[in-house]
């Protein structure tokens, strides 16, 4: 998972891009106040057993509900009354067999946090390629020129 971080990383400081702050944070050490500083999010996960991970979903529990995650009375998502919503984001997973579990699993959460989907998400399964790694350095480029452009 790190060597595809790594790489999306990369791509968000790519030097053809201006005016952008890249911040890194870990998901057990990213707060709510970092989250709304934010002008667009760059999200990863390994899928462990067709999930997101412990860490990941940690940091959502601890942030939705400041952040302005919202759902309605029917429990679908409300990101109408989000205080991040609009904001882009990029994902990426990596999984051994299988990362239709984790990316389900976050889109759902996003979508009630509102935040708009910058680029495709990225799902690799089992070992990185230099395409993979390629993948993952536009994928940060993209979600970067995408808050460069908002400016």
Known sequence: MTALTDAVVAGAHDPEITGVDVVVRAALEATA???LAADGYLLGTPANFGYMSGALKHFFDTTFLQVGGSLS???A???????SSGKPFGLHVHGRYDTTGAVRSVLSIVGALG???GYDVLEVLGDLTAADTEAAYELG???AAVVAERG
Not at 77 to 83: H, K, M, T, V, Y
Request: hydrophobic residues 30%; aromatic residues 6%; without cysteine.
């Open 73 to 75: 009375d029917t429990g």
């Open 33 to 35: 106040a970092d989250v």
């Open 141 to 143: 480029s993209t979600i």
């Open 77 to 83: 998502p409300d990101a109408a009354r989000g205080r």
């Open 115 to 117: 935040w708009t989907q």
